[in-house]
């Protein structure tokens, strides 16, 4: 397998990241024992066993780590001990089958309940435009208010979002264009 | 001693209760609304009853369910915890009437309590010391600035049924008063149909020190011990310990006396906590009294050696209290993390939903009262607070460093905690050197995050990066799809943002 990965490191869990952006070239090749790995074209002698769904015992030259893996409906992160990593991770040759499918950046945006709430209210009308940063969908969750961005400039195309209405994370309340 | 109790409340303080009554071989009947059919408060009481709806105003605070399930189950007390009816005078008034014993003070104390200025004048009259300020409500604006001009600005306007900080104005000059007072009371009006308010002068940067008080129902009243809980966000305290880092053993006696003349004052009983403000040169005045368990009583628990849950059951079956205040002996220091469902990214909003993993710590000097599971859809019509992570240790320096390894244990996916935030407070030095107030943690929040700058840690997180790259990687082997994520691996499709998010760094890429 090989796959190219995107790390994004930060300073201490949720204080706030900085992306590299660097890619990593990884290549994982399964071996009489275990996995021989390169990385970056660099050979690294790896042995790893999960332990439990979501958790990696990695040894790297006897150097040994706990990794977890944290998924949520839109980002993937690797908390390496207790610092967090924001990663991509990509299989090349399935990217450019994507790509063709894939959707434009210039195109409509959805704005995806970030956690199970109920919408209190909405914040503009269909068809009106919006700045970027401006609130959409007010979400209540645990007696606290939320104001749903918009992630771009644009034209509410249409409002899912029904004052009242509870909605789960990754459910769209809006489309932006 | 009961035979059987009700625990009208949820969470770890529902789990907390439960455990200490299996302790004493009393039997436990629990309460639950119908999306905390699985919560944890109901897998491991002996009894459990539904009672309404998931918003609390429809079940948790349902006086009349509560009270018929008390009756049908045969409980013979009932333990409120803390938080939902936990300081309804009206509710332990209404247990009374059913013949069921309330497990905290009398609805004539709590009463009493609840109404800022009534508390004040009894309070005045035991010699209790209070921000100077009037103890009854501002007749007029022309009243108000006498007093301001009396005690000095700046000055703090308060509405005497208040809480929350509503009905609450600060005024640094006489120009501001008048407009201020105005909307203070019709504020106060709004919120509580009471627009009483009162004026005190405004304590810059106070500490919030807390001190535990036990009195039975034979006249005996006893303090043990202070608790700091200056570590707060939006009127809710997010870390605390015992001893507090600036309280010596006379301030600390000297506390509890004032603390038990307040209880004995107001005929207390039960446990309860004397909240004071500490300014700058360690003066302290009276703030309120909280009539109920606090969420952080175990940092007591474990300086004192007692069980205080154990202690308020035994009080309210009529027993005298075990001890006398000579017998109580402070040891050692605990630090309480409040672990709440919220998000570090998104300015620490709720953050409900299902827990897909939860490793959870253990070890020497480490307690942890918890109210969740993995496995666990954490609701999101009630309160955040998930657990609470204790650490104990000889003194406080240990104390910070167990409970910095214990968080390095902790981990919970699926839902967002705050479990990253302790980790900032214990390396802070700030807090190492036990510098805090009430605007502590605003401060350390609008500070930027800690900086890698050095080139040793640069090439740590070089290094910790390749880590997290190949075991990316290694995952997508070894475990394609994860059970509980919606979206399947990462190796495979994901959902519509994270494709043009994908493709855009793609774009980056070449």
């Known amino acids: ?177 | 001693m009961f035979k059987k109790i009700l625990i009208a409340n949820r969470g770890e303080i529902a789990v907390r209760i439960i455990r200490a009554c299996r302790e004493m071989g009393i039997a436990t009947v629990v309460v639950y609304s119908d999306v905390d059919r699985a919560a944890l408060h109901v897998r491991k009481s002996d009894e459990a009853y539904p009672i309404g709806p998931a918003p609390a105003a429809e079940s948790y605070l349902r006086m009349d369910k509560i009270l018929d399930v008390a009756k049908r189950s045969g409980a013979e007390a009932i333990h409120p915890g803390y938080g939902f009816l936990s300081e309804n005078a009206k509710f332990a008034q209404a247990c009374a009437d059913a013949g069921v014993k309330f497990i905290g003070p009398s609805p004539h104390s709590m009463n009493l309590m609840g109404s800022k200025t009534s508390a004040r004048r009894e309070m005045e009259k035991a010699g209790v010391p209070f921000v100077p300020g009037t103890s009854r409500g501002l007749a007029s604006a022309e009243e108000g600035e006498q007093v301001a001009e009396r005690i000095g600005y700046p000055v703090m306007l308060k509405a005497a049924a208040g809480g929350g900080g509503k009905g609450m104005r600060l005024v640094h000059t006489r120009q501001e008063l008048r407009s201020a007072l105005e909307s203070a009371q019709s504020e106060a009006q709004r919120s509580f149909g009471d627009s009483e308010v009162y004026i005190e002068k405004a304590i810059v940067n106070p500490r919030h020190i807390e001190m535990q008080v036990l009195a039975d129902e034979h006249g005996n009243t006893v303090w043990l011990g202070e608790r700091e809980c200056s570590i707060q966000r939006r009127h809710q305290k997010v870390l605390e310990e015992a001893p507090s880092p600036i309280v010596d053993p006379d301030m600390r006696r000297r506390m509890g006396e004032v603390a038990v003349r307040v209880a004995q004052a107001a005929s207390y009983t039960n446990a309860g906590t004397i909240e004071f403000l500490v300014d700058e040169q360690k003066n302290f005045y009276f703030l309120e009294m909280n009539t109920r368990l606090q969420v952080e009583h175990p940092v007591t628990e474990l300086t004192t050696g007692l069980d205080l849950v154990h202690l308020q059951l035994r009080i309210a079956a009529g027993e005298k209290l075990p001890f006398a205040q000579s017998d109580v002996q402070i040891r050692g220091h605990a630090i309480e993390c409040r672990i709440y469902a919220e998000d570090p990214d998104n300015n620490y909003f709720p953050s409900p939903g299902k827990i897909t993993v939860l490793l959870q710590p253990a070890g020497p000097g480490i307690r942890r009262d918890s109210g969740m599971y993995e496995g666990w859809n954490v609701p999101m019509d009630y309160d955040p607070l998930l657990a609470k992570l204790i650490g104990y240790g000889t003194d406080r320096q240990q104390a910070i460093m167990r409970l910095d390894r214990a968080l390095y244990e902790y981990f919970v996916a699926g839902i967002k905690t705050n479990i990253s935030l302790f980790r900032r407070i214990l390396r802070d030095d700030d807090f190492r050197a036990g510098k805090l107030d009430t605007g502590y943690l605003d401060r350390l929040l609008a500070k930027a995050a800690p900086a890698g700058a050095s080139a040793a840690r640069d090439s740590q997180s070089t290094k910790l990066e390749r880590i997290a790259a190949i075991a990316s990687g290694m995952f997508a082997v070894l475990e394609p799809s994860a059970p509980g994520s919606k979206n399947g691996s990462a190796g495979e499709a994901g959902p519509v943002p994270s494709n043009w998010k994908q493709k855009g760094r793609a774009e980056a890429l070449r």
């Open chain 1, 1 to 177: 397998m090989v796959y190219e990965i995107v790390v994004s490191g930060e300073a201490g869990g949720g204080a706030g990241g900085e992306t590299s952006g660097k890619p990593h070239r990884l290549e994982l090749e399964k071996a009489a024992e275990g996995w021989e790995c390169r990385l970056d074209g660099q050979v690294v002698h790896i042995d790893a066993v999960l332990p439990r769904r979501d958790v990696l015992s990695l040894l790297v030259d006897g150097h040994a780590y706990e990794i977890k893996r944290e998924q949520t409906a839109t980002d993937l992160h690797m908390w390496v001990g207790s610092t967090r990593f924001a990663v991509e991770l990509r299989d090349p040759r399935s990217l450019r089958s994507r790509q063709k499918a894939g959707s434009d950046e210039k195109g409509p945006k959805k704005i995806l309940a970030p956690m199970p709430g109920r919408v209190v209210r909405l914040l503009v009308a269909e068809n009106s435009e919006v700045e970027a940063g401006q609130g959409i969908v007010v979400v209540e969750a645990m007696k606290m208010q939320n104001e749903i961005k918009s992630p771009k400039k644009g034209v509410v195309k249409k409002i899912m979002a029904t004052p009242g209405a509870a909605v789960n994370p990754g459910d769209v309340l809006a489309i932006v264009e």
